[in-house]
C-alpha cells in the first residue's frame, strides 16, 4: 500500500512515531526488497525486544507497506486505545479460548485484503540465554497453509540494547545501532495442500524458524545454536532437521 493512501490515523500513528525511532536509533535496512510490494504476506520474525515491534514495523513501513501486528484482544476494550488500534488496522487475537477460530478467520481476511500480517511464532520475547530465536508455535504455518499467503522471514538485531528482557533495563542512549533484513519466501512446497496435522505445522514451522535464524546468524556474524532452545519443555529441537 502506497504512504500517499494511508489516510489520517495511519499517516497520525507515523507522524507519531517515526520522529521518535529517528532520534533513539541509528538503522540499518537491509533487502528491503524482498518485501512483496503487494497482496498479502505474512511476516515471521524473531523477537529479542518488548522495544523491536517498533523496529520491525518501521522496517516494514519503510517499503511502502503498513504493518499490522497482531495484539491481546483486551487490549480492544480499553477505551480510547481499542478505539485507535481499529483505526490504524491492528489484528485483535483471542488466546486459549473457542474465539480463537475467530481470530484465525481475522487474519485470513487481513490476507485476503491484500494485508502484511507481522507474526511472532515464538509467541514471546527469546528466552534464550543468547536471544537466539527459539523454538516457534505453528500460527504462521497454519495460517500459509490455509491463505497460500508467502511467508517471508524477518530478523532484527539491536532493540535488546534499548530495552534488554534479560534485565528489564530501558536505555535512552540516543542513535542506539539497530538492523533488520527480510529474506526470500520460506519455501513451503513441500507442504502446498496437506492436511494441517500437527506434524505438518511443526515441520512447517521448524522450516520457517530455521529461515529466521540463518538471517539473525547473519546480523549477528555468528552460527545459530545447532539445538534450538524450547522454553515450554525445556527441551530442544533439532535446527537441522528443517
Same mark, same amino acid.
Given at each position: ?10 499517516? +497520525?500513528? #507515523?507522524?507519531?512515531? &517515526?520522529? !521518535?525511532? %529517528?532520534?533513539?536509533? %541509528? ?5 528491503? *526488497? ?6 498479502? !504476506? &505474512? ?6 525486544s518488548h522495544f523491536d515491534p517498533l523496529i520491525v514495523g518501521y522496517y516494514i513501513f519503510s517499503t511502502g507497506r503498513w504493518p499490522r501486528f497482531l495484539g491481546k484482544a483486551s487490549l480492544w476494550k480499553v477505551p480510547v486505545l ?27 481476511? #487481513?490476507?485476503?485484503? $491484500?494485508?502484511? !500480517?507481522?507474526?511472532?511464532? *515464538?509467541?514471546?520475547?527469546?528466552? *534464550?540465554?543468547? @536471544? ?12 500459509? @497453509?490455509?491463505? $497460500? ?12 540494547? &534499548? +530495552?534488554?528482557? /534479560?534485565t528489564s533495563k530501558l536505555r535512552f542512549r540516543l542513535r542506539t545501532p539497530v538492523v533488520a533484513t527480510a529474506g526470500k519466501p520460506v519455501d513451503l512446497s513441500k507442504w502446498q495442500g496437506a492436511t494441517p496435522t500437527r506434524a505438518?505445522?511443526? *515441520? ?7 529461515? &529466521?535464524?540463518? @538471517?539473525?546468524?547473519? @546480523? ?6 545447532? !539445538? ?5 519443555? /525445556? ?8
Open positions: 500500500m502506497a504512504h500517499r493512501r494511508l489516510g489520517f490515523w495511519r499517516r +497520525f500513528a #507515523a507522524i507519531l512515531v &517515526i520522529p !521518535v525511532l %529517528k532520534v533513539w536509533t %541509528k538503522r540499518t535496512w537491509l533487502s528491503r *526488497e524482498n518485501i512483496p510490494g503487494s497482496g498479502g !504476506v &505474512i511476516i515471521a520474525a524473531n523477537h529479542v481499542g478505539g485507535f488500534l481499529r483505526k490504524v488496522q491492528q489484528i485483535p487475537v483471542e488466546r486459549g479460548s473457542v474465539e480463537a477460530v475467530k481470530s484465525l478467520d481475522v487474519l485470513v481476511d #487481513a490476507l485476503q485484503q $491484500g494485508g502484511v !500480517v507481522i507474526i511472532y511464532p *515464538e509467541g514471546t520475547t527469546t528466552r *534464550e540465554p543468547d @536471544l537466539w530465536p527459539m523454538r516457534g508455535k505453528t500460527g504462521a504455518a497454519r495460517l500459509a @497453509l490455509v491463505t $497460500g499467503a508467502p511467508v517471508v522471514p524477518v530478523a532484527n538485531w539491536g532493540a535488546q540494547e &534499548i +530495552f534488554d528482557p /534479560r505438518v505445522l511443526d *515441520e512447517m514451522t521448524e522450516a520457517i524458524m530455521h529461515d &529466521i535464524s540463518a @538471517l539473525v546468524g547473519d @546480523l549477528r556474524g555468528e552460527t545459530p545454536p545447532a !539445538v534450538r532452545y524450547d522454553r515450554p519443555r /525445556r527441551q530442544a529441537t533439532n535446527a537441522e532437521d528443517a
